[in-house]
């Protein structure tokens, strides 16, 4: 061991200088490429959501400067919690590490290295990313958009399946990326009476009715850019009951150019019954009212469950108003705990936290969201500073929304849950 060292140390002395500098040179292949693909290349390769590819060399090479900027401000990649509280096994938080070789390799000219260095081009899905669908449900028909203007967000019904299914993984693939900006997928029990007039392929843009809260009416899936889908742990399913409907609520942002859309839902189904059943369920703040100019707007929300439940994963929802959210725990016994804290919160990164290892509420453990608002002239995002503010669809209308995945025994009647309403909230006092 001792006198392999020493021979190492000796070997190394003996090298020449410029061949040891040219043998420590950090180059794109050798140590580069490979945080690419494992913290970048997700969203940074043609049809996903970066603006630019970082799939080769010449695609990364112009972007140097720039990497090395978003890494060390820590805008890239896209994480808005508090590194110091909670954990989450989807953090994409970069380690110190791998920022100074990024800006290292920037530094020391952001050479190309050997070619024999890189790594294996990873293989993405063509398409979907949650693999081969088990099936695909789609829009009935295009949805024509205009060229201009703001569109209310349309709400698009899609029969579902004739048996309960349990579903595994989800994915909402828009059609036309262009002008999708955002799609939510909501499931509909057989007989609701929540937009009970809707038909396939006819959008409706103002429903006349809000979901029934509780078990059922729930957001399933979405698509934002960027995020991952929803894929469950093997033993964990959401159930999608006989004769329930799929509601896409999809906000097309047009672009200029007359177009069309046909979204569609991607369906990986569970290979046995689970142990777990999964329901996605929001604590909300329905009635907040942000006065005009006001640059610290405080709103809360709570919930407890009736029943020991599971935190799969949590996203605090705001609009171009939000500021921070912090979510807290009071155990039954008293203990409190801060779960996740977005000091910065970013309306373009809907990020569903994902708690690392496994995080069981016990029955009547309250959680606690407290979000905060800027209506001032100095949110660069805000639409309009001299507008009251109040809940609604729009991304001028604001939210104060907590959507978690919770999962209980799925032998369990889900209703046993319910405290409080869940997601869209039917108002209450605050
Ligand atoms: C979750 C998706 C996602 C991941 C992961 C991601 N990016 Fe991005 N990136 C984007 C999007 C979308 C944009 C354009 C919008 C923006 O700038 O916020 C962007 C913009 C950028 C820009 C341009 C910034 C600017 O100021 O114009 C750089 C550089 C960049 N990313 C580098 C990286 C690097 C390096 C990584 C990995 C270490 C990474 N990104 C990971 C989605 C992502």
Same mark, same amino acid.
């Given at each position: ?17 410029a ?11 050798k ?11 997700a ?66 000219? &952001?050479?190309?290295?050997?070619? @024999?260095?890189? $790594? ?6 063509? +398409?979907w990313? !949650?693999? %081969? /669908?088990?099936a695909v449900?789609?829009?009935s ?39 999708v900006h955002?799609? &939510?997928?909501?499931?509909?029990? @057989?007989?609701? $009476? ?6 396939? +392929?006819?959008? !409706?843009? %103002? /429903? ?32 999608l ?16 150019? &007359? ?41 809360q929300a ?70 905060y ?27 104060m ?12 009647d ?17």
């Open positions: 061991m001792r006198t392999d060292r020493i021979a190492a140390a000796v070997f190394a002395c003996a090298l020449p200088f061949a040891l500098a040219a043998e420590q040179k950090i180059t794109f292949h140590n580069v490429e490979p945080i690419l693909q494992a913290r970048c290349q969203c940074h390769r043609p049809g996903e959501a970066a603006p630019m590819s970082l799939l080769t060399y010449s695609d990364a090479r112009p972007w140097a400067k720039a990497i090395k900027q978003a890494v060390l401000t820590k805008k890239m990649p896209p994480w808005s919690a508090d590194g110091s509280v909670g954990h989450f096994r989807n953090d994409r938080r970069l380690s110190q590490e791998e920022i100074e070789t990024l800006s290292q390799w920037v530094d020391s000219g &952001a050479v190309e290295g050997n070619m @024999k260095d890189a $790594p294996a081009p990873l293989k993405f899905a063509e +398409g990313a !949650i693999g %081969k /669908p088990d449900l789609g829009m028909k295009p949805f024509d958009i205009p060229a201009q203007g703001t569109l209310d967000y349309q709400w698009i019904l899609i029969p579902g399946f004739q048996e309960d299914k349990w579903i595994q993984a989800f994915e909402v693939r828009p059609g036309n990326r262009a002008i955002h799609v &939510a997928a909501f499931w509909r029990r @057989k007989g609701s $009476p929540w937009m009970a007039d809707a038909q396939p +392929g006819v959008p !409706i843009a %103002k /429903p006349s009715s809000a979901p029934e809260t509780g078990s059922s009416d729930g957001i399933i899936a979405e698509y934002v850019p960027g995020i991952p889908p929803l894929a469950l742990p093997k033993g964990y399913a959401m159930k009951p006989v004769g329930a409907d799929i509601m896409l609520q999809v906000h097309y942002t047009p672009n200029g150019k &007359a177009t069309t859309d046909q979204s569609s839902v991607g369906f990986v189904f569970a290979s046995a019954p689970p142990e777990n059943q999964v329901i996605t369920y929001g604590m909300a703040a329905p009635m907040l009212k942000i006065p005009p100019y006001e640059a610290n707007y405080r709103a709570n919930a407890s469950f009736g029943v020991d439940v599971r935190l799969l994963g949590i996203n605090p929802h705001m609009h171009l108003r939000g500021k921070s959210s912090e979510i807290t725990l009071t155990y039954p016994d008293g203990r409190k705990e801060t779960l996740l804290n977005v000091p910065k919160y970013d309306f373009n990164w809907q990020i569903t936290y994902e708690p690392a290892g496994d995080l069981t509420l016990p029955a009547g453990t309250r959680l606690e969201a407290v979000s608002y800027d209506n001032s002239p100095n949110n660069p995002f805000n639409p309009d500073p001299s507008k009251e503010v109040h809940w609604g669809d729009q991304t001028s209308d604001e939210m929304a907590v959507f978690m995945h919770i999962a209980f025994p799925a032998n369990m889900p209703r046993a849950l319910f405290r409080r309403p869940a997601y869209p909230p039917k108002p209450s006092a605050e």
